[in-house]
């Protein structure tokens, strides 16, 4: 018998987010920043844009001139700066995004504009300000543009890069070792001997760990021998911020990962009320952690989904680091979870405005099929007997909700 209490999943979750701290920074080129948390406050080191800028093609002009005829005397293309004022009777050519000339405050769009040897005459009148970007008018200097915590996609480099922050510091992405235990497991590309399985779970994981912005490190798989797995436990610590392992956290003879953690940190928790998934193990080693994750494919996957990607993502400075959280209706009855919370595998559509839930099937930790194309894990309660169809229930979106009927 395991002399860890079995303790509630929401306990756990509380204890790693009372561990588990974001990593230092470090200066990063701001083009490979895409997916990183920024660590710092930014604010603008200048307006933008700098000069008064044309939004048109068109003549920059003096909206008040009421000469019926101007003299085109300028040309003004993007980077280019006119060399001569906006006068009575003159005008400058100008293209969309070039500076405006001095002396101008207007600029009338080229469709509103007849030309002929040199001259322009409009067809419309403008206003003082028309078809002009003021200075500062995206940005202004000193504002602050981005906050600490930001998670930076697309828009955010490149307002960046606009800015000329060409390096930037972000939170530190967590290296993390993964090993597989157990005597059955082969590598995926070897004959598998009757009794043996492939090792998909390491795999697996070092996806999933991609995924959640982390950077993986096989420590490749190790037999049941408790030297040999006690070794390989040190070296991941020792060698990343996080250690992953996959089996042998359970209560037989050659479960040794339980032991291994005890032997270098402090044990934190050995089996949780959760299904799939209940030897989950986490222990603290100093500043870093490790997870022991069940061996059974499905388990492993959700029990990192739940508990290791949140953390992963907490390494990383994000301030959301766990996933979206809704309520769905179900589409047909579920049993409920027994004396465990259930995460169970379900995909997610909208039905009518509604967002519904389907099983993915026979939920066997051993199934893999059950998380593909998966999008979410909804969480049914302990207790027995079902829960009908219709009935809501908290899920936590793993992907994208799909937009039609199923």
Same mark, same amino acid.
């Given at each position: 018998?395991?002399?860890?209490?079995?303790?509630?999943?929401?306990?756990?979750?509380?204890?790693?987010?009372?561990?588990?701290?974001?990593?230092?920074?470090?200066?990063?080129?701001?083009?490979?920043?895409?997916?990183? *948390? %920024? #660590?710092? $406050?930014? /604010? !603008?080191?200048?307006? @933008?844009?700098?000069?008064?800028?044309?939004? &048109?093609? +068109?003549?920059? *002009? %003096? #909206?008040? $001139?009421? /000469? !019926?005829?101007?003299? @085109?005397?300028?040309?003004?293309?993007?980077? &280019?700066? +006119?060399?001569?004022?906006?006068?009575?009777?003159?005008?400058?050519?100008?293209?969309?995004?070039?500076?405006?000339?001095?002396?101008?405050?207007?600029?009338?769009?080229?469709?509103?504009?007849?030309?002929?040897?040199?001259?322009?005459?409009?067809?419309?009148?403008?206003?003082?300000?028309?078809?002009?970007?003021?200075?500062?008018?995206?940005?202004?200097?000193?504002?602050?543009?981005?906050?600490?915590?930001?998670?930076?996609?697309?828009?955010?480099?490149?307002?960046?890069?606009?800015?000329?922050?060409?390096?930037?510091?972000?939170?530190?992405?967590?290296?993390?070792?993964?090993?597989?235990?157990?005597?059955?497991?082969?590598?995926?590309?070897?004959?598998?001997?009757?009794?043996?399985?492939?090792?998909?779970?390491?795999?697996?994981?070092?996806?999933?760990?991609?995924?959640?912005?982390?950077?993986?490190?096989?420590?490749?798989?190790?037999?049941?021998?408790?030297?040999?797995?006690?070794?390989?436990?040190?070296?991941?610590?020792?060698?990343?911020?996080?250690?992953?392992?996959?089996?042998?956290?359970?209560?037989?003879?050659?479960?040794?990962?339980?032991?291994?953690?005890?032997?270098?940190?402090?044990?934190?928790?050995?089996?949780?009320?959760?299904?799939?998934?209940?030897?989950?193990?986490?222990?603290?080693?100093?500043?870093?952690?490790?997870?022991?994750?069940?061996?059974?494919?499905?388990?492993?996957?959700?029990?990192?989904?739940?508990?290791?990607?949140?953390?992963?993502?907490?390494?990383?400075?994000?301030?959301?680091?766990?996933?979206?959280?809704?309520?769905?209706?179900?589409?047909?009855?579920?049993?409920?979870?027994?004396?465990?919370?259930?995460?169970?595998?379900?995909?997610?559509?909208?039905?009518?405005?509604?967002?519904?839930?389907?099983?993915?099937?026979?939920?066997?930790?051993?199934?893999?099929?059950?998380?593909?194309?998966?999008?979410?894990?909804?969480?049914?309660?302990?207790?027995?007997?079902?829960?009908?169809?219709?009935?809501?229930?908290?899920?936590?979106?793993?992907?994208?909700?799909?937009?039609?009927?199923?």
């Amino acid at each position: 018998m395991s002399r860890y209490e079995i303790i509630p999943v929401e306990t756990a979750l509380e204890i790693v987010r009372d561990v588990v701290r974001p990593l230092n920074s470090e200066r990063v080129p701001t083009a490979d920043a895409d997916g990183r *948390v %920024l #660590a710092e $406050d930014l /604010t !603008s080191p200048e307006d @933008v844009p700098p000069f008064r800028a044309s939004t &048109v093609d +068109g003549f920059a *002009v %003096l #909206a008040n $001139d009421q /000469t !019926s005829e101007r003299t @085109v005397d300028q040309n003004i293309t993007a980077g &280019v700066t +006119g060399t001569g004022t906006v006068r009575p009777g003159t005008a400058a050519r100008i293209m969309t995004g070039a500076p405006l000339p001095d002396g101008a405050d207007a600029v009338v769009m080229i469709e509103d504009t007849q030309t002929d040897n040199g001259r322009v005459a409009l067809q419309k009148a403008v206003s003082p300000g028309e078809n002009i970007r003021p200075i500062g008018i995206d940005v202004a200097r000193n504002d602050l543009v981005l906050r600490g915590g930001t998670v930076l996609g697309a828009a955010e480099i490149g307002l960046l890069m606009t800015l000329g922050f060409a390096e930037i510091a972000c939170y530190r992405r967590p290296v993390v070792a993964v090993l597989s235990t157990g005597d059955e497991l082969v590598e995926p590309w070897e004959t598998v001997p009757l009794g043996s399985i492939r090792d998909s779970n390491r795999y697996a994981i070092m996806a999933a760990i991609r995924e959640a912005g982390g950077i993986p490190r096989s420590l490749g798989r190790a037999k049941d021998d408790r030297e040999l797995q006690t070794r390989l436990v040190r070296d991941g610590v020792e060698s990343a911020d996080v250690l992953l392992t996959s089996g042998g956290v359970s209560v037989g003879d050659r479960d040794f990962i339980k032991p291994a953690l005890e032997e270098i940190g402090r044990v934190h928790f050995g089996r949780i009320a959760f299904r799939p998934g209940m030897p989950l193990t986490f222990a603290e080693i100093g500043p870093k952690v490790a997870f022991g994750l069940p061996g059974n494919p499905v388990s492993s996957l959700v029990t990192f989904e739940v508990f290791v990607r949140p953390a992963l993502r907490m390494m990383q400075g994000d301030p959301n680091p766990t996933r979206p959280r809704v309520e769905i209706e179900l589409e047909h009855d579920v049993a409920l979870g027994g004396n465990r919370l259930e995460y169970h595998r379900a995909i997610v559509h909208w039905s009518a405005g509604r967002l519904v839930a389907r099983s993915t099937g026979a939920q066997l930790s051993s199934r893999l099929l059950s998380m593909v194309a998966h999008n979410a894990l909804i969480i049914i309660p302990t207790g027995t007997g079902k829960i009908p169809a219709g009935e809501r229930l908290p899920a936590i979106l793993t992907g994208p909700i799909l937009n039609q009927e199923l």
